[in-house]
């Protein structure tokens, strides 16, 4: 994770991050009010307080860390800006030649089938598609991308356009492993974490860790294209059903 | 249906369960016929192995007949008789083309558990914890087997199901473990542990060619079984001072070939380090009890092999690796890749080089089944192999 400096007293919370401190604040105090407990009047200050980071724009502990999520000058051509956000990479064996898994993911609408926070794309015309993910707290994240680089059997690249929910970037690689064994696919993904960088943090203790997703996405990937199916043991009989 | 099922540390319950039904386009349905307990199932009993829920329901060496098959199945037909590997493989994975079905990419649910731990996962089994994938065992009347085309195997009407039942582990794990032995004529091979999976670590070593076969255990009964179904010698550590100095006069001074070490994380000796490894395991700072395999390691001839189908998790102190670097040994080991073993081990049997059933010395129903684990368990009642049928 990488975070750029900021100096003090100055705004250094992103305007997506604001405004879902906001939510996520003001339902924490309502929670912790109603607690009618020690443990419940200690939830509901850390919900004032991140009203008022969501409020101000400012955050305590971002500056204390050195770290900003604000908005910096607009530049339409990066959607995360370098050295901001979550950075992800993570590779997987898979064996199929890279054209057929170039053309199984170039089909963007197979996406949400192996993407599990995935709940829909739909291509919008050119090079351009809507997507739909399961966001935190049951709530969803919408925007819009563009392919930004394409290698037909080799690679995709797109970023998110402006407007977007969660600014993302990404690339997905297909090269030849070594001895015909298959395809190495690499999925390089970078985005600004709703909720901030705090928020991934928070992600990451609740066992959503970026990485993990990445990783998990990929592997459900190789067995849809390997086996035809996930293998599960959801709704299996059961000593305790 | 009535399903033997895991209910923490030492306790297993036979409870009533909804019937399992199809989950994925390429399960099956295998109504079960016959069930085993397996050594390895003591280790979920006694509580090492971690992940186990109450409720998940055990077994992994069972056969049956189908009775239901989803839509994507296409050679398994309802009404197949059929055998079915402990370890459960997808057969389209790099590991699975290369004949290793136990390392298997894709059937595990849990992988990422194994990944945690191990650095990369291996297969997914039949009711053996939540880390190997979760999936409900064969110790029950039905039980759902996915990609039905790979994991069961068809087995001819003319052979009883005793005969043919450990062909889904004990039988392919030794002789796998004795085909990594690398066996050449004349071989001496030693088998610690005289339990099902000693008992056919000797009988395949014998099989692939060893002149001679040693076992070494304390139960009288399991020695007397491979001394007169193997033509084994043995050692009853128990009655010899040092079974590494006998051992070693055995075999002119030079030490056996070849080692199986068929005992795995739950041995037991009488030696120092023994009793350390059990210390240490009470107070969790070892999961392993390894003497068997540091005995292997000290035993085998220069330039031998140790192969080891004992089952082993996690840290184990006090391996000699050096005694392994200055003998120049070769050691080999991992969970069965029981699919390849399978057919040419089913040859076997119909041609009467083989009869496994004579380990069997329990017969019994599921309902006994929380009686039969305890008494596998303590060894009691010459108790070495239980069956069960549904």
Same mark, same amino acid.
């Given at each position: 994770?990488?975070t750029?400096?900021?100096?003090?007293g100055?705004?250094?919370?992103?305007?997506?991050?604001?405004?879902l401190?906001?939510?996520?604040?003001?339902?924490?105090a309502a929670?912790?009010?109603?607690?009618?407990s020690?443990?419940?009047?200690?939830?509901a200050?850390?919900g004032g307080?991140?009203?008022?980071?969501?409020?101000?724009?400012?955050?305590m502990?971002?500056?204390?860390?050195g770290i900003?999520t604000?908005d910096?000058?607009d530049?339409?051509?990066i959607?995360v800006p370098?050295?901001?956000?979550?950075?992800v990479?993570?590779?997987m064996t898979?064996?199929?030649?890279?054209?057929?898994?170039?053309?199984?993911?170039?089909?963007f609408e197979?996406?949400?089938?192996?993407m599990?926070?995935l709940?829909?794309v739909?291509?919008?015309?050119?090079?351009?598609?809507?997507?739909?993910?399961?966001g935190p707290?049951?709530?969803n994240?919408?925007?819009?991308?563009e392919?930004?680089?394409?290698?037909p059997n080799e690679l995709i690249?797109?970023?998110?356009?402006?407007?977007?929910?969660?600014?993302?970037?990404?690339?997905?690689?297909?090269?030849?492993?070594?001895?015909?064994?298959?395809?190495?696919?690499?999925?390089?993904l /970078?985005y600004?974490?709703p909720g901030?960088?705090?928020g991934?943090a928070?992600? /990451?203790?609740?066992g959503?860790?970026p990485?993990?997703?990445?990783?998990?996405?990929?592997?459900?990937?190789?067995?849809?294209?390997e086996?035809?199916e996930?293998?599960?043991?959801?709704g299996?009989?059961t000593?305790?059903? | 249906m009535r399903?033997v099922?895991?209910?923490? *540390?030492g306790?297993?319950r036979?409870?009533?369960t909804p019937?399992?039904? #199809?989950?994925?386009?390429?399960?099956a349905?295998?109504r079960?016929t016959?069930t085993a307990?397996?050594?390895?199932?003591?280790?979920?009993y006694?509580?090492?192995?971690?992940t186990?829920?109450?409720?998940?329901?055990?077994?992994?060496?069972?056969?049956?007949?189908?009775v239901?098959v989803?839509?994507?199945?296409?050679k398994?037909?309802?009404?197949d008789?059929?055998v079915?590997?402990?370890? #459960?493989?997808?057969g389209?994975?790099?590991?699975?083309?290369?004949?290793?079905?136990?390392l298997c990419?894709?059937?595990?649910p849990?992988?990422?558990m194994?990944?945690?731990?191990?650095?990369?996962a291996?297969?997914?089994?039949?009711?053996?914890?939540h880390?190997?994938?979760?999936?409900?065992?064969?110790?029950?009347?039905?039980v759902?087997?996915?990609y039905?085309?790979?994991?069961?195997?068809?087995?001819?009407?003319?052979?009883?199901?005793?005969?043919v039942?450990?062909?889904?582990?004990?039988?392919p794990t030794?002789?796998?473990?004795?085909?990594?032995?690398g066996?050449?004529?004349?071989?001496?091979?030693?088998?610690?542990?005289?339990?099902?999976?000693?008992?056919?670590?000797?009988?395949?070593?014998?099989?692939?060619?060893?002149?001679?076969?040693?076992?070494?255990?304390r139960?009288?009964?399991?020695?007397?079984l491979?001394?007169?179904?193997?033509?084994?010698?043995?050692?009853?550590?128990?009655?010899?001072?040092?079974?590494?100095?006998?051992? *070693?006069?055995?075999?002119g001074?030079r030490?056996?070939?070849?080692?199986?070490?068929?005992v795995?994380?739950e041995?037991?000796?009488?030696?120092?380090?023994?009793?350390?490894d059990k210390v *240490?395991?009470?107070? *969790?700072?070892?999961?392993?009890?390894?003497?068997s395999l540091?005995q292997a390691l000290?035993?085998?001839?220069?330039?031998g092999?140790?192969?080891?189908?004992?089952?082993?998790?996690?840290?184990?102190?006090k #391996?000699?690796m050096?005694?392994a670097?200055?003998k120049?040994l070769?050691l080999?080991?991992?969970?069965?890749?029981?699919?390849?073993?399978?057919?040419?081990?089913?040859?076997?049997?119909?041609?009467?080089? #083989?009869?496994p059933?004579v380990v069997?010395?329990?017969?019994?129903?599921?309902?006994?089944?929380?009686d039969?684990?305890?008494?596998?368990r303590?060894?009691?009642?010459?108790?070495?192999?239980?069956?069960?049928?549904?």
């Open positions: 994770m990488e750029s400096t900021q100096t003090h100055q705004t250094n919370v992103g305007s997506v991050e604001r405004w401190s906001v939510v996520a604040g003001s339902a924490l929670y912790g009010i109603r607690r009618r020690i443990a419940g009047f200690v939830v200050g850390i307080a991140l009203v008022h980071r969501g409020a101000t724009g400012r955050c502990v971002y500056e204390s860390l900003t604000a910096e000058q530049d339409s051509r959607s370098y050295g901001k956000g979550i950075r990479e993570k590779s898979i064996d199929a030649s890279a054209a057929d898994l170039y053309t199984f993911w170039r089909d197979n996406l949400p089938r192996f599990k926070n709940e829909s739909k291509v919008t015309g050119g090079n351009r598609s809507h997507w739909i993910a399961k707290l049951g709530s994240a919408e925007w819009d991308a392919i930004i680089n394409e290698i690249g797109w970023r998110s356009l402006e407007g977007s929910d969660i600014n993302n970037a990404g690339s997905v690689h297909f090269t030849p492993a070594t001895g015909g064994r298959g395809t190495v696919v690499k999925v390089v /970078r600004d974490p901030g960088v705090a991934a928070i992600s /990451r203790l609740l959503e860790d990485e993990y997703q990445v990783q998990e996405d990929l592997r459900r990937f190789k067995r849809i294209i086996t035809g996930l293998a599960t043991i959801d299996q009989s000593g305790r059903n | 399903a099922c895991w209910w923490g *540390k306790e297993v036979v409870v009533d019937d399992p039904g #199809i989950l994925n386009p390429r399960d349905i295998v079960v016959l307990i397996c050594g390895s199932d003591l280790h979920l006694n509580g090492f192995v971690p186990m829920m109450r409720g998940d329901i055990l077994g992994h060496e069972f056969m049956g007949e189908v239901e989803g839509s994507d199945v296409k398994l037909k309802v009404g008789r059929v079915v590997p402990f370890a #459960i493989a997808c389209a994975c790099f590991f699975c083309r290369k004949g290793m079905t136990s990419d894709n059937s595990n849990n992988a990422w194994l990944d945690a731990l191990n650095g990369y291996s297969s997914a089994a039949f009711g053996y914890s880390m190997y994938g979760g999936y409900s065992g064969g110790q029950s009347e039905y759902r087997v996915p039905a085309d790979v994991n069961p195997f068809k087995i001819p009407n003319g052979l009883p199901d005793e005969k039942l450990f062909l889904t582990d004990i039988f030794g002789y796998m473990a004795a085909e990594n032995c066996i050449e004529p004349g071989d001496t091979v030693a088998v610690w542990g005289a339990g099902p999976v000693g008992f056919f670590s000797a009988a395949s070593a014998r099989l692939l060619g060893a002149e001679r076969v040693i076992v070494i255990d139960i009288p009964e399991r020695l007397r491979v001394q007169e179904q193997c033509k084994a010698e043995t050692i009853n550590y128990e009655d010899v001072d040092d079974a590494f100095e006998t051992l *070693k006069e055995m075999t001074g030490g056996p070939d070849r080692c199986i070490d068929a795995g994380m041995g037991h000796g009488h030696t120092i380090d023994a009793r350390l *240490k395991q009470l107070m *969790k700072l070892q999961f392993d009890r390894a003497h540091r000290h035993a085998c001839r220069k330039g092999t140790v192969s080891i189908p004992g089952v082993y998790a996690g840290f184990i102190d #391996i000699p050096g005694v670097f200055a120049g070769t080999k080991m991992g969970q069965t890749h029981v699919h390849k073993y399978v057919r040419p081990l089913l040859e076997r049997i119909e041609r009467g080089e #083989i009869d059933s069997i010395t329990h017969r019994a129903t599921l309902e006994d089944a929380p039969l684990y305890q008494t596998f303590d060894k009691e009642d010459d108790c070495i192999k239980c069956v069960m049928q549904p």
